[in-house]
């Protein structure tokens, strides 16, 4: 029997890491949201690990407030950096492998080609800097066992995100302006799930990966296909420019990540944006807001 640990459970790829889990044969799997562990707190993270004894953990819970984490450092260091630093330590120390689940934030965001998981990072708001740093705490702390597997634009079934808005604004408006100069890979939370299952049930040496929904579009054009995912004209969704929508926390204007590391190590490549976006429709009718 394989005992897998998921931390923040509650959110939307935490889910989907307990279904994609769920009767998997051989495997035990405890999802902790927030309220079950903060693991900001080492001595809750150590009693956890001693209760449990997992052989794998993945890492689901963060600070993802982008623009609240420009005035709140503190708060971020310590849901990026601190929590994640905790559970590597104890990792380690039960001899268990563990996934931080990391960010395209991490990138200055000014490449114009896929970034590869060894390209120089460069992080332009205090989200992105505090994502680093815990790639950093965990790589330091469990070099054997500890991975790090950079994703972006993630949208699921369970919380808030940017389908979700979409299809809430399709009904509400006539019209909407999307930004269409920032390009980046939609990933489809059951789907990385699906990914970060079979890493750590692979023989890939520890260290980071990449891995998105392959495939990259704007802000702009996703929307547009998701308007076509609920059956309503894309003409009424209309492109406008990041400066038209200033925000505390800068956003990268290119986020696509390179999955090469990932494919050498012979792992699965993930679904082509659209067609997993079209499948998250079919499975997951919690993307339309009701009537």
Known sequence: MTRWLITGAGGQLGVDLLRVLSGRDGVEAVGLARADLDITDDVAVRDAFAEIRPDVVINAAAYTAVDAAETDEAG??????????????????????????????????????????????????????????????????????????????????????????????????????????????????????????????????????????????????????????????????RPTSTDAFPRPAPRPAYSVLSDRKWRAAGLPQLPHWRDALHAAFVAAPELTPSA
């Open 76 to 237: 971020a260091t310590l849901g990026n950096e601190v929590g994640p630093r905790n559970l590597a330590v104890a990792a380690a120390a039960a001899g268990a492998r563990m996934i931080q689940v990391s960010t395209d934030y991490v990138f200055p965001g000014d490449a114009t080609e896929p970034y590869d998981e060894d390209a120089p990072t460069g992080p332009r708001s205090v989200y992105g800097r505090t994502k680093l740093a815990g790639e950093q705490a965990v790589l330091a702390a469990h070099p054997d066992g500890g991975y790090v597997v950079r994703t972006a634009w993630v949208y699921g079934a369970s919380g808030a995100n940017f389908v979700k808005t979409i299809a809430r604004l399709e009904r509400e408006r006539e019209t909407i302006s999307v930004v269409n100069d920032q390009r980046g890979s939609p990933t489809w939370s059951h789907d990385l799930a699906v990914g970060l299952v079979a890493l750590a049930d692979s023989t890939a040496p520890a260290g980071v990966y990449h891995c998105t929904n392959s495939g990259s579009t704007t802000w702009f054009d996703f929307a547009r296909a998701i308007f076509e995912e609920l059956g309503a004209d894309p003409q009424r969704v």
